[in-house]
């Protein structure tokens, strides 16, 4: 078995993947919520830091593009426009 990450060793791993493969469903699905928060707010601060003169709307819609696309982006955009 080849490790998949660079700082964990095949055994640490190999109990990672016990540990996982034993746990329920909730808790499964539980530690998949957990990771997507983190990403999402990891991903968020760094536009936030790249960008400190944009407003929190202006992020957001930085976050929609680089997420999901300028497409729905671009309808955020008008949404916020027509909702001012």
């Known amino acids: 078995m080849k490790s998949q990450s660079r700082d ?38 760094a536009i936030k830091k790249c960008n400190p003169e944009k407003s929190q709307k202006e992020l957001n819609l930085i976050f929609v593009e680089v997420t999901y696309g300028y497409e729905l982006a671009d309808k955020l955009r008008k949404y916020y426009h027509a909702n001012e």
Request: zero cysteines; glycine letters at 0%; a positive charge.
């Open 8 to 45: 964990t060793s095949i055994e640490a791993e190999k109990v990672q993947l016990e540990l996982l493969r034993n746990s329920s469903m909730a808790k499964r699905l539980s530690l998949v919520r957990m990771l997507t928060n983190s990403t999402r707010n990891m991903a968020k601060d």
